[in-house]
């Protein structure tokens, strides 16, 4: 199931990443959205991962997959691509991925009493 999740979190960021923009104002906080996205981005790939050594893997593919939607958006009208976008973007998804496997080797070590 939460590879499921997973895969609809990744469609639902492409559709929003790739529509269309029109006489849309920029929101000063628009690089902390991009954050918070690639954040939870980064917590569902590690839930979605059976094996987690291979989360480091999983988390530079979330990156280029930012990059991707980077490029996409100087594709499409109303858009373009911004190299802020993809630093917030990936300092998400290391943020993300520093709480999951914080907690994780909290849980690890709590185990062993």
Same mark, same amino acid.
């Given at each position: 199931?939460?590879?499921?999740?997973?895969? %609809?979190? $990744? +469609?639902?960021?492409?559709?929003? =990443?790739?529509?269309?923009?029109? /006489?849309?104002? %920029? /929101?000063?906080? /628009?690089?902390?959205?991009?954050? &918070?996205? @690639?954040? %939870?981005?980064?917590?569902?790939?590690?839930?979605?991962? $059976?094996?987690? $050594?291979?989360?480091?893997?999983?988390?530079?593919?979330?990156? $280029? @997959?930012?990059?991707?939607?980077?490029? #996409?958006? =100087?594709?499409?009208? #109303?858009? !373009?691509? =911004? +190299?802020? !976008? &993809?630093?917030?973007?990936?300092?998400?998804?290391?943020?993300?991925?520093?709480?999951?496997?914080?907690?994780?080797? #909290?849980?690890? =070590?709590?185990?062993?009493?």
């Amino acid at each position: 199931m939460q590879q499921i999740i997973f895969v %609809i979190y $990744a +469609g639902i960021v492409a559709f929003t =990443s790739l529509r269309p923009g029109g /006489d849309v104002n %920029i /929101d000063p906080m /628009d690089k902390v959205v991009h954050l &918070l996205v @690639y954040y %939870i981005f980064a917590v569902l790939g590690y839930r979605a991962l $059976a094996n987690k $050594a291979y989360y480091l893997y999983m988390c530079l593919g979330i990156i $280029a @997959y930012s990059g991707l939607m980077e490029l #996409g958006q =100087s594709q499409v009208p #109303g858009r !373009d691509m =911004s +190299g802020y !976008d &993809l630093l917030a973007n990936a300092l998400g998804v290391v943020l993300g991925a520093a709480v999951v496997t914080r907690r994780r080797q #909290g849980e690890d =070590s709590g185990s062993g009493r």
